[in-house]
């Protein structure tokens, strides 16, 4: 974005030995910029130029209202249906349409984010069976909460690793860090799919960038 916002008649080419990926990976940016509407590219293939949409005040403002308040309304929806199937774990998904006054397609889609989720299961059969609100244990929570925090700061040591040493490669990251090459690459992927870093120059005699 900032890079045709400053010279908007870069091609995908340029663009990618600017930002050190393929001219496929900048592609699938830029359709993914241009499906969200943040970018639009006009005149020909060869001779145009990318022009960045900046969206006022007023769109942002809706689009943040609509997604808060429809996250907002779900999140309730699903408490309300969370509560019934706990109080009452009988209920079919009529009735519980009938009670959170949704129809049953719309109590269906909740029940299947719901269980999706790990938050509820049904037992039993469908006429005769009933609802179970899943409630994790704080082992379970405990694992979860762990298993982010490891993450984090194995990417935060890669980052520092990185910083020192740019021309490290993965199989000598993975020495410093204590895991496996591929340990290494899933991280790597993570944290250039978050725009934290890129690598620049071949693969070899390349080197890493962190962007801060």
Known sequence: ???IEAEPELTQRMLAERVGLTPDGVKYHLTK???????????????GRWEVVKKTTQETTQETTQETTQETTQETTQERILALIEA??????????????????????????????????HVGSTKAGRWEVVKKTTQETTQETTQETTQETTQERILALIEAEP?????????????????VKYHLTKLRAAGAIRHVGSTKAGRWEVLK
Do not use: F, N, W
Request: glycine share 10%; hydrophobic share 40%; net charge positive.
């Open 88 to 121: 009452e774990p009988e209920l079919t998904q009529r009735m519980l349409a009938e009670r959170v006054g949704l129809t049953p397609d719309g109590v269906k889609y909740h029940l299947t984010k719901l269980r999706a989720a790990g938050a509820i299961r």
């Open 1 to 3: 974005m900032a890079l």
């Open 33 to 47: 910029l241009r499906a969200a509407g943040a970018i639009r590219h006009v005149g020909s293939t060869k001779a």
């Open 167 to 183: 021309e490290l490669t993965q199989r000598m990251l993975a020495e410093r860090v204590g895991l496996t090459p591929d340990g």
